[in-house]
């Protein structure tokens, strides 16, 4: 029997491509997750292992589908391989039922990861790179929406004791009221009592 398994990283993937990939293949069984690659606990990839028996093959569209690291797939193809069920992946022309399928199998796996482990690398020099040019990633600070003398107008209203905190945040520009307490009311960040 054919098993076909499908897997989708987020809901608002498609899995149509691999779908018609399973159909044209004659999948008489596929099995469909939708969660990252990363995790071994997919209930339909469970599901799909409890199903086969010897001889059954199970038909990816590519590899990373079924195993993000080469160590993974490896357990995965090595798990087929003693229960008697083979793997074919449609992409990279792999069928472990053959010796020449193995191998490719195993060259394949280690290129994608090698590939994965390029792109992170690639990732964190850039991300240094624009550190070294004076660059911060992430989200802007909340007070740096503020117009210049702004949060000194805040602290000093707020001293005065003439406002609420309603009044000085409008005044003065705040939106959020945990921020107008982080930087006006309690600005050295030890908690008072």
């Known amino acids: 029997m054919k098993l076909g ?11 149509a491509l691999q779908e018609g990939a399973m159909k044209q293949e004659h999948c008489e069984r596929t099995f469909v997750d939708t969660m990252t690659g990363k995790r071994f606990d997919r209930p ?14 199970v038909v990816v569209w590519r590899l990373d589908r079924l195993g993000r690291s ?19 992946s ?19 796996a280690a290129l994608a990861e090698f590939e994965r482990d390029i792109i992170q690398e690639r990732t964190q020099a850039g991300l240094e790179a624009a550190r070294a040019r ?10 740096s929406a503020l117009r210049p003398g702004q949060l000194e107008r805040a602290k000093q209203l707020y001293a005065a004791r003439n406002n ?4 000085i ?8 009221r945990a921020t107008f307490y982080k930087y006006v009311v309690n600005p050295t960040g030890y908690a008072t009592s």
């Open 44 to 57: 339909e990839l469970q599901r799909m292992l409890d199903l086969a028996r010897p001889k059954d093959v």
């Open 5 to 15: 398994y499908i897997r989708v990283s987020r809901d608002t993937q498609t899995t």
């Open 169 to 176: 945040m409008r005044l003065t520009g705040f939106k959020s």
């Open 70 to 88: 080469l160590k993974e797939l490896i357990e995965i193809v090595n798990l087929f391989a003693a229960r008697g069920i083979e793997l074919r």
């Open 164 to 167: 609420t905190v309603e009044e």
């Open 134 to 143: 004076g660059r911060k990633g992430g989200r802007p600070k909340a007070i």
């Open 90 to 108: 449609l992409k990279e022309h792999i069928d472990t039922s053959t010796p020449t399928g193995k191998l490719m199998f195993h060259v394949m």
